[in-house]
C-alpha cells in the first residue's frame, strides 16, 4: 500500500472514532434517559415498588419497597411485550433478540443495517426493560450505535473494510459508554468478533470513539462508577479460592446458555406448530415471567425478594450483595431463576440485551459461594471478603461466556471502580474462559479471522 493510501485509511479511521463516539455519547444518553423515566414510571407509579437501584449508597438502598399488590406484574410484563414486539414486527424485524449478536452478525456479514433498526431497537428495550423484562440495556445500545455506525459508513463512502470498522467501533463505544467503562468497551470492540481472535484494526478508532462517548455520556450523568463503592478486603491465601470461583462460574454460564439458547428453541418450536405470530411470542414469555414471580412471592419475603430481583437489569439487587445485604438463600436462588427470567424474556423474541443479567448472574452465584466460603471458614473469608466474590463472579462468568475475557474483566472493575481486584480476577476469568470451551452466549462470533465461510454454520459446530 502507497504511503498516500496509508496515510488516507488512517485518516479515515480518525474520522470514524470521532463520529461514532459522538453518536455513541448522545446515543446512548438519549436511551439511558428514556429507560430511567419509563423504569421510573411503571415501577413506581404503576406497580407501586421503589426497587433498589445500582450506585445507591447503603443506606439509600435499604430503604427499598416491595409492590403492595404483586400480581400487577402480570398485565405489566404482558403489556410491555405486546407492544415490544408489535413495535419489533412491524417496523424492523432484525431488533428482535439481543442487539449485540445482531451488530456481530453485521460485522460478518455485509455491513448493512438498516437505519431505522437503532430506533426501533431503542424503543423496542426500553418498553422490555421498563416493565420488568429480564433485559440488559448494553445490547440495544450496542446495535444502536453500530446501526448509526453503518449509517456513517453510507454517507462518507467507505470501503466495505472501513464499514466493518466502524460497525465495530460502535459495538465497543456502545457498550463502553452505557457502563462508564471506556477502557473495557475498546477492547472488547476487538475481542468480542471471535472466540479465540483479535481484531487489531479496530482498536485504535474504538478507543478514540469510547473516550468521546464516555465523555459524553459522563458530562450529564456525571463520572461515578455504575456501582456504589463496597468495602472490599482479600488477601493472598484467598487467590485459591478465586480459582475455584471460576470452575464455579464456568458450569453457571454453561448453563445460562444453553438454558437461553434451548429456550429461544421451544418458543420458536411453538410458534411454528401453533401458528402464533412473532409479536405474541413475547406475551407467552412474559405471561410465564409473571406467573413465577407470583408464585414466588406468596412463598415467603424471601422468595419475594428472589422474584423482583430476577425482574429488570437486576443490578440494584447486585448491588445489594455488594452491601451484603442479600440471604444466602436469595443468592443460591437467584442465578437459576435470573437465568430462567432472562431466557424467557429474550428467548421468546423480546427485545434487550443478555450482558446485564449475565453479569447479574454471575455476581449472584459469586455472592452465594462467598457467603457460604464466609460460613464454613470465617477466618479465611471474613464477611468483608464476600463483596469481592460478588464482583469477580460477575466478570468471570461472562468473561467466560463472552469470550472477551480482558475487555469484561476490565469494563467490571471500571463499573465498580475498584482496580485492586485485578489479580485474583485474572485467575478467575482465566479458569472460567478455559473451562466454556467454544461455548458462548453470542452465537455470531467466528473461530478465528481466517476460518473459512464454508465452514460456519453460526452454531460453532462443523
Known sequence: MSEKKCESSFRKLILIGVTVGVISGFGAYLFFKGLEYSTAFVMEILFGADLPLEGQTAAE???????????????????????????VYFFAPEAEGHGTDAAIRAYHGDGKIRWRVPIV???????????????????????????FGAFIADVLHLSPRERKIAIATGIGAGIGTIFKAPLGGAILAAEILYLRDFEADVVMPSFLASIIGYSIFGFFEGYAPIFGAASLVWSVAQI??????????????I??????????????????????PKYAKPVLGAFLIGVLIIALSYLSPEMMMVGLASLGSGYGFVQMAMYNMLPLSVL?????????TTSLTIGSGSSGGVFAPGLAVGGFAGGAFGMFLHLILPELVPLAS?????????LALFGGIAHAPIAIMIMVLEMTGDFSLFVPAMGAVAVAYMLIGKQTIFHEQRLCREEPEEYWDGRHTK
Open 255 to 276: 448453563f445460562y446458555v444453553k438454558t437461553f439458547y434451548g429456550t429461544k428453541a421451544v418458543f420458536d418450536r411453538v410458534a411454528v406448530r401453533y401458528h402464533i
Open 332 to 340: 443460591i436462588l437467584l442465578p437459576i431463576v435470573k437465568t430462567v
Open 121 to 147: 431497537k431503542a424503543v423496542a428495550s426500553i418498553i422490555t426493560i421498563s416493565t420488568g423484562g429480564s433485559a440488559g440495556r448494553e445490547g440495544p445500545t450496542a446495535q444502536i450505535a453500530a446501526g
Open 61 to 87: 438502598i435499604a430503604g427499598w419497597t416491595a409492590p403492595p399488590v404483586v400480581w400487577l406484574i402480570l398485565p405489566i410484563l404482558c403489556g410491555g411485550a405486546l407492544l415490544s414486539g408489535l413495535i
Open 240 to 253: 485459591p479460592l478465586f480459582l475455584l470461583l471460576g470452575v464455579l462460574a464456568a458450569g453457571v454460564g
Open 386 to 394: 464476600v463483596p469481592a466474590f460478588v464482583i469477580i463472579g460477575m
